[in-house]
């Protein structure tokens, strides 16, 4: 082939756009269209990118990584399934829509617009960004299933969500109750405890009684929620408090008079401030519970806006006005004992930053500690029994416990385990417009208009679950539908399933469930990772994938997260059209690993722009060099080079594989650039120029051909245009994964080959220090032992070529004279420097490398003398360290030698 045909330079943005074109042409991200007959499936659903904006490099990230999984398992045979889509993002959405609306000038978009205007707007927006998400995917040469696209408020997932609610109500896991819950007053609306964020900051921590004469000092950092306590909690071995427990005291705390009991908790801490807790059941999670266990009374004194309620003084504040207050008169007053300053946690909105107030509300809840039938079969949870007796809790612990689901990394489960092993009752109500309504409706009494019919109200069912409007069956009354929506994670929760086609139990359900690995950032482990497995354990009683694995954030060069405020955020897409899809990807992979947070710089990309023009110029080479290009099935290596080549091949393929199938990918595609450049184009494009032959031909292309096809799942696009230069009719999209030809395997070859590559690069050494110019030949003596001299022998040519040696004459006695020489595995180098360097400088350097020689054997001898070392060493190390120091003592003796040769 004629080298015009392929261009010096690779440039992506000619080649990519048409080549994904090609692709979803094809119709082979369509696992039903892949050819020959696929027995074992493979499916990764995509984590559906919320309709909130553009994608980022941690969503590229993850399509890089998907992507390798997908068309490594296509390639293998299996009927792989990625299956796209995208997350409606509830509040996250809704938030996004308000504050464009608010910025266009509308200052209270909801209530200007109403529901249904308002929703149109929110859904023009997840549209438009849909499209947009949709464009990057295919940048990034995803090869996702597009005609399986799903969005989770679509129709389809809107009939699973509602099936799932009635399947967990009529088994008594959905209920509506007062809760305290977590409420952000900016967004109206509650969030359940994985939506929050925690930031750290400065608050004064109050000592000081309710009032003069109550006889127990509490401590809180807010002392405005005080209005709201019904008990003071001590331990119950605390000694200082046992003459209260159990008494009712009256109090008047700053005008409000209080009815405080005194109860034992073993939940307080006796060393936190002065060992008794002020107990706000309405505004606090714990000592909700604590009251729940208590039997104590609920005192609501925060409004759904912030502001103070049901306490005449402060009715009205908000509560920092009300703190502020309170200091104030309790400091007027002479209570308060002490003050501190102390760094604490703050809860706040992970929208918008706004403190979360815990309120309690009628909200809907799922039970995850009652008990329900298990609903899958005899061990389709090993362990679990057809009707055992579950709950939610306890199979979210199991699979994971069990490894029936493997998290990856490992040291993940611990953070699994902590969450679940503390999970409370999921909050799934939100109090906002967009998002999946509840499927709940209830009664309108009032609205009957046949006569007589008012009667038979009370045998109306007040309440009914239902996706549409029901009818009463004993009046003409009209229901209405519950105006929450659910929590997003609801519906992202069944997202391995009603992708697939559930409630109805289709083809597709049955051959890609349980998916096999669920791939997505740490930061959502426990609000999606364990809400899929809450939900497929329990409606399907299956695992919803067989492996979880987590990447890490994607931050600058400096380690720092990429933010808009701080000007490091690294897009994507301008990458992409300034180097191109592959090499982003690989900056993506390379050097990442599972579970830890990656630096990227664009020099990084850069670098691997670079690597992917190398590909193709190798390529390049081989297809101008070749007589004939053809897909080449078998080998026959020849020489030792051959034989070199085709074991380093063989290797590396099973490594890349072994790395492949445990989600190694960095480590994969380290070795895989390793053999490619350092091996396959800096040693064996250049020996095939010397003995250039018709086998050499064939082994040129039966190594590219393995290179391009383990290259193709990080590399796609390169890998796919360098591939048509085969001028088959079938796309590198679908090729064969290469086979380990373990036969192919030859130590003694690589051992062999090794000596000629250490005697080429120690001539090159030489030849670079004393700055011999490139086209001036040199004159080599070698001493060596018979076995290594005859390899040399037969490589003669090869060495000579590459080391640009004029003669290499074989001696049996260190010769004298202008030398510079070298010792490797036994073969003692001479490069003859004859009229090319200054002597004086040349015995300098031989006198100090000589220092510096018997410096490490004294350091060696000094190891292998130690009788403790030798007794606990392995004998393996104590070899290798006799070894060296044996090369060390004969470098030592050729080196003196050549310093007396002068």
Known sequence: ????????????????????????????????????????????????????????????????????????????????????????????????????????????????????????????????????????????????????????????????????????????????????????????????????????????????????????????????????????????????????????????????????????????????????????????????????VHGLKSVHVISEDGLMINVESVVGMTVKEARKYAVSKLSEKGLIEHEEDIVHNLSVCYRCEETIEPLPMLQWFIDVNKKFSFKGEDDSIKGIKANQEVTLKLLMQHVVRTDQINIIPGQFEKTYFHWIDNLRDWNISRQIWFGHRVPVWYHDKVSVTKKGEENLVDQCKEMIVSSDEPKCEFCDAKFFQDPDTLDTWFSSGIWTFSTLGWPNQTDDLKTFHPTNVLETGYDILFPWVARMILMTTYVLGTVPFKETYLHGLVRDEKGRKMSKSLGNAINPLEMIKKYGADATRLSLVIGVTAGNDSKLSESKIGGYRNFTNKLWNISRYVFSSVDSIEIVESVNPVTLSDKWVLSRLAEVSKKVELHLEKHEFSQAGEKLREFTWAEFADWYLEISKIQKNENTDKILLYTLESILSQWHPFMPFVTEQVYKQFGLPNMMLINKWPEVNGSKTNTEAETDFKIIQNLISSIRNIRAEYNVEHKKEVSVLIKTSNKQRTIIENEKSIVMSLAKVSNIEFVDESPKGAFSSTVISGVEVYVSLEGLIDIQKEKNRLQKEIDLTEKYISGLEKKLSNKEFLNKAPKNIVDKLTSQKEDAELKISTLKSQLLSF
């Open 1 to 292: 082939m004629s080298e015009k045909e392929m261009p010096k330079a690779y440039e992506a943005d000619q080649y990519e756009d048409d080549i994904y074109a090609a692709w979803e042409k094809s119709g082979f991200f369509n696992p039903d269209n892949l050819p020959g007959e696929r027995k074992e499936s493979f499916t990764i659903v995509l984590p559906p990118p919320n309709v909130t904006g553009v994608l980022h490099m941690g969503h590229a990230a993850m399509l890089a990584i998907e992507d390798i999984m997908i068309r490594f398992e296509r390639m293998r045979g299996k009927k792989a399934l990625w299956l796209p889509g995208t997350d409606h993002a509830a509040i996250a959405t809704q938030t996004k829509v308000e504050k464009l609306l608010i910025k266009d000038g509308m200052e209270d978009p909801r209530t200007t617009l109403g529901r249904e205007n308002f929703l149109e707007k929110v859904e023009e927006f997840a549209s438009n960004s849909h499209d947009v998400i949709v464009s990057q995917a295919k940048k990034m040469g995803a090869s996702l299933d597009w005609s399986r696209e799903a969005y989770t408020l679509d129709k389809d997932r809107n009939n699973a969500v509602n099936a799932v609610f009635k399947m967990m109500y009529d088994d008594g896991l959905i209920y509506r109750g007062h809760r305290v819950i977590n409420w952000c007053p900016r967004c109206k609306s509650t969030l359940a405890d994985d939506e929050l964020e925690h930031k750290e900051g400065n608050a004064k921590l109050y000592t000081f009684k309710y009032d003069s004469d109550f006889p127990i000092s509490i401590s809180t950092t807010r002392p405005e929620t005080k209005y709201g306590d019904t008990a003071v909690a001590v331990h119950p071995d605390d000694d200082r408090y046992k003459e209260y427990v159990g008494k009712e005291i009256k109090v008047n705390f700053l005008g409000q008079d209080l009815n405080i009991q005194v109860v034992a908790d073993k939940a307080v801490d006796m060393d936190f401030g002065t060992g008794a807790l002020g107990v706000t059941p309405a505004h606090s999670h714990t000592d909700a519970d604590m009251a729940r």
